[in-house]
């Protein structure tokens, strides 16, 4: 049995997903587009592992990782002839600073009671600009539909008490549920057990000192998160705009006293 | 990392992973590959199978073609405004600022028509938000295009009951309006793909705004030299100004070498930008000078204000192309560099981390 998460208001929920529980079941996916109604992917073969899936997207807000190693001796008790093979279920970083969120236009985008970034599907006009702001690449727009979608971290679930779909659905745990605070000390108390088990390359995956400041989906991998095509040092593109007004400020005054000394030089005289 | 792909030298591979167990005791890096065996693999080196992290720009063929109308109605705003009061160009600047009005008029419906849903273009005015350059955008053509129609209801009144208070009122309040707003109008949107993720953008963040900026300027002037204005010296001198500052531009982005802006140099997305850049920068710079000295002036400077269109259209596509190949690129979101730099801080960071599991 699972401990039942109890809340209270404005406690801040969170995802931990543990690449080294993950038997690649897929369940988490299935649950997601079974909960949330989505389309399926369709059936494309990328002929690299048995990931059919590639990445996040508008249509899948899971999405289980096919890490394909070299052959590893003596690393998790793999055989030395055969390729090493992780799991890893991916998921929207409900960001403590979402450009996401920022960047939408409409007001669409929504940070919850619960942490997360929702994604209001009546608001959204399908601008598209949520698309190049996630430094995660997991806000896609649907070209059929015309909105962009992401995880909406169950919140509806959330709402009524229960956890999200995923984490009900996974059979070995591997993606826990619980309060931020609390799951931030379970993972570290995790990579202490798997440190002393002799899994020296568990990495925890929470990028706190980087300008997204922390996220409510953490990740214990296995080696370097770019293998599981997580950026080392996530930023958020917020940073940029300081630079970017002022050049732009700079560039109109310019403009503008360009096209009043142009005028008064060559002045009509009639 | 020799040795590693398949088909290559795997005894050689075997020897150096003895030699490294000789000489420290024990053997860090990855072993061997199983030789014949096409499977690729995840790793530090290679991503997740060289998967995209990020998401390429989802936008249809119109919003380059906004980045340029925007521009264009924005500049001419500012001269339409200007142009009266600081000489007399009277004909001149009623025909800006009619010519912005047409401009915020196309610019508004190319926004709407890229929306995915476009009858729900009002949302973007429910809220107001000083950190999205979208929404900043939003309300900066709103309030632009509302001067424009000001100024121009002014002009209309004017010529359909003469001249009185009611008309010169209206037009200083569309003046000061269209200077206002045009000013951010004619630029944000080098801001708005700058304050991405996308690295071939974020990387010009401060020229990307300039750049657009005076593109603007110099397709504003192009597009009133080809509706009859190649008189004008002023407009010239305007055109000669903005032609210096793109030739600045493209040169100072050439001798720029960081790996990531490689896609506004090389590839279709490259030959866009690299054009834009000629026919905004060099091109008319040569045209209009030669313009001050031969009897085809007009001539000359019609087609001047051709190459700097073109070019401010082009220079919009090869941008907005350029963060599409920029997005595909996996290695520069997870860092991974083909130098050896790169290699040396992963490694580094790897023995720090089993040093601090052995504690």
Redesign the interface.
């Known amino acids: 049995m699972r401990p039942t998460i109890t809340q209270a208001a404005g406690e801040r929920t969170a995802f931990l997903t543990d690449s080294t529980l993950c038997i690649g079941c897929k369940a988490c996916e299935v649950a997601c587009k079974e909960w949330n109604g989505i389309e399926a992917d369709g059936l494309d073969l990328?002929g690299?592992?048995y990931?059919n899936t590639?990445?996040l997207?508008h249509s899948t807000w899971r999405h289980v990782?096919f890490?394909?190693?070299?052959?590893?001796?003596g690393i998790g008790g793999n055989d030395?002839?055969m390729?090493s093979w992780e799991f890893s279920s991916d998921v929207c970083k409900h960001c403590e600073v979402a450009?996401c969120l920022?960047?939408?236009?409409?007001?669409?985008l929504v940070r919850t009671e619960f942490g997360g970034v929702f994604l209001q599907p009546d608001?959204?006009?399908?601008?598209?600009?949520c698309?190049?702001?996630?430094?995660?690449?997991?806000?896609?727009?649907?070209?059929q539909?015309?909105?962009?979608f992401k995880c909406t971290f169950c919140t509806d679930r959330q709402k009524a008490g229960m956890e999200p779909a995923c984490a009900k659905a996974c059979p070995t745990q591997s993606i826990k549920f619980g309060l931020l605070d609390e799951l931030k000390q379970e993972a570290d108390e995790r990579m202490q057990v798997l440190?002393d088990r002799g899994m020296?390359?568990a990495?925890l995956y929470d990028p706190v000192e980087t300008s997204v400041k922390g996220i409510h989906s953490m990740f214990i991998l296995r080696?370097?998160p770019?293998?599981?095509?997580l950026?080392?040092?996530?930023?958020v593109?917020?940073i940029?705009?300081k630079?970017?007004?002022?050049?732009?400020?700079?560039?109109?005054?310019a403009?503008?006293a360009?096209?009043?000394t142009?005028?008064?030089?060559?002045?009509?005289?009639? | 990392m020799a040795g590693?792909e398949a088909g290559t030298d795997f005894e050689g591979r075997l020897e150096e992973m003895r030699r490294e167990a000789y000489l420290k005791g024990r053997v860090d890096s990855?072993?061997a590959?199983?030789a014949g065996s096409p499977?690729?693999?995840?790793?530090?080196h290679e991503?997740?199978?060289r998967?995209?992290?990020?998401?390429?720009?989802?936008?249809t063929p119109l919003v380059p073609l906004y980045f340029f109308v925007g521009g264009a109605s924005g500049?001419l705003g500012?001269?339409g405004s200007?142009?009266d009061v600081?000489?007399?160009?009277k004909e001149l600047a009623q025909k800006a600022r009619l010519m912005s009005f047409v401009g915020v008029a196309i610019s508004s419906t190319l926004l709407i028509l890229?929306?995915?849903?476009?009858s729900?273009?009002l949302?973007?005015l429910?809220?107001f938000?000083p950190?999205?350059?979208?929404?900043v955008?939003?309300w900066v053509l709103a309030g632009f295009g509302a001067s424009s129609a000001v100024a121009n209801a002014a002009d209309f009144i004017e010529a359909e009951w003469g001249e009185g208070t009611l008309a010169a009122q209206l037009r200083n309040l569309g003046r000061v309006g269209c200077?206002v707003f045009g000013?951010?109008f004619?630029?944000?949107t080098?801001?708005?793909?700058?304050?991405?993720?996308?690295p071939v953008?974020?990387r010009r963040?401060?020229?990307?705004?300039?750049e657009f900026?005076?593109s603007g300027?110099q397709s504003a002037v192009g597009l009133l030299e080809l509706t009859g204005e190649t008189d004008?010296?002023?407009?010239n001198?305007?055109g000669l100004?903005?032609a210096a500052f793109e030739a600045w531009e493209g040169a100072e982005l050439l001798r720029n070498h960081d790996p990531s802006l490689l896609p506004a140099k090389r590839g279709p997305s490259g030959i866009l930008v690299q054009l834009a850049g000629a026919l905004s920068g060099p091109v008319p710079i040569a045209l209009r000078i030669a313009s001050l000295f031969t009897r085809e002036k007009k001539t000359l400077r019609r087609i001047a204000a051709v190459c700097g269109v073109a070019g401010s259209i082009l220079m919009r596509y090869g941008w907005v192309r350029a963060?599409s190949v920029s997005?595909r690129d996996?290695r520069i979101?997870?860092?991974?560099e083909p130098s050896a730099s790169a290699a040396t801080r992963?490694e580094e960071?790897?023995t720090s981390?089993?040093e601090r599991?052995?504690q």
Not at chain 1, 67 to 73: A, D
Not at chain 1, 226 to 229: A, D, H, I, Q, V
Not at chain 2, 190 to 198: E, K, P
Request: charged content about 20%.
């Open positions: 990328t690299f592992s990931d590639k990445a997207g990782k890490v394909e190693g070299l052959p590893e001796p030395p002839g390729v450009r920022e960047a939408c236009p409409t007001g669409a608001i959204c006009n399908g601008c598209a600009y698309v190049v702001a996630c430094p995660f690449g997991v806000v896609q727009k649907n070209e539909d015309g909105r962009a440190r020296h390359d990495t080696g370097e770019e293998t599981y095509n950026p080392p040092n996530p930023e593109p917020t940029y705009l630079d970017g007004w002022k050049s732009a400020a700079f560039e109109a005054v403009m503008v360009a096209v009043a142009s005028f008064l030089l060559w002045r009509r005289s009639s | 590693v990855t072993g590959r199983p499977m690729p693999v995840a790793s530090p991503g997740y199978y998967q995209p992290l990020l998401k390429e720009p989802q936008w500049s500012v001269i200007l142009a600081f000489s007399g160009e890229d929306l995915g849903r476009p729900r273009f949302n973007m429910r809220v938000k950190q999205s350059p979208m929404s955008g939003s200077v000013m951010p004619h630029n944000y080098g801001v708005l793909i700058g304050a991405s993720v996308i953008w974020n963040i401060r020229s990307l705004p300039r900026g005076m300027l004008s010296n002023a407009l001198l305007l100004v903005s963060g997005a996996w979101p997870l860092e991974i992963l960071r790897q981390r089993l599991a052995r």
